[in-house]
């Protein structure tokens, strides 16, 4: 199971950061993703960090702004969103990677909400 | 980065009909390739991988083929629970694992 949490709403800008965390299986084996959904749109993959964070990606509409990183002690997922612009407003998805490649489990979402 | 091409945007169909959704990869993605299914207000949902694999608990009603570029989703006989947009996304070798733009099934 994976629960994502920290979603609200701030400023243009302004920074959150997103928290899932996972359950039911071992975490620190997967490669996890995010990926996000804004109002009425379709799905854009967002960011990938490989178990041990050895390996890390970003979509090029949000790197250099999102930082993407993981505790496998406390089988969590973080993402630290800065320079926040409307355009960011979405639900974001926490999304387990199968050993395969696809997204094999994904959590319920949480809404960020950019706007002043 | 490999751009997908799914239509139609929407469909709308009745209950028993067969319905196919296509996909283009804008370069071969060797069969990696994933449907999802989501309905309003939920988390997408796995239903099929590698093109053709139906993921554990899906009804046989759904099917995936094709290969190199062109990939299709069909459901067999639509049931009423089955409305809904479906993507398909490519997992060929590294991100960014791109997305079709979703098509809408309506009753």
């Known amino acids: 199971q994976l629960v994502e949490s920290g979603g609200g709403l701030q400023q243009p800008g302004g920074s959150l950061r997103l928290s899932c965390t996972a359950s039911g299986f071992t975490f620190d084996a997967y490669t996890m993703n995010w990926v996000r959904q804004a109002p009425g749109k379709g799905l854009e993959w967002v960011s990938y960090i490989t178990g041990n964070s050895g390996t890390i990606y970003y979509a090029d509409s949000v790197r250099g702004r999102f930082a993407v990183s993981r505790d496998n002690a406390k089988n969590s997922l973080y993402l630290q969103m800065n320079s926040l612009r409307a355009d960011d407003t979405a639900v974001y998805y926490c999304?387990?990677?199968?050993?395969?490649?696809?997204?094999?489990?994904w959590g319920q979402g949480t809404l960020v909400t950019v706007s002043s | 980065d490999i751009q997908m091409t799914q239509s139609p945007s929407s469909l709308s169909a009745s209950v028993g009909d067969r319905v196919t959704i296509t996909c283009r990869a804008s370069q071969g993605i060797s069969n990696s390739l994933a449907w999802y299914q989501q309905k309003a207000g939920k988390a997408p949902k796995l239903l099929l991988y590698a093109a053709s694999r139906l993921e554990s608990g899906v009804p046989s009603r759904f099917s995936g083929s094709g290969s190199g570029t062109d990939y299709t989703l069909t459901i067999s006989s639509l049931q009423p629970e089955d409305f809904a947009t479906y993507y398909c996304?490519?997992?060929?070798?590294?991100?960014?694992?791109?997305f079709g733009q979703g098509t809408k099934l309506e009753i």
């Open positions: 996304q490519q997992y060929y070798f590294t991100p960014p694992y791109t």
């Open positions: 999304a387990r990677r199968n050993r395969s490649g696809y997204f094999d489990s």
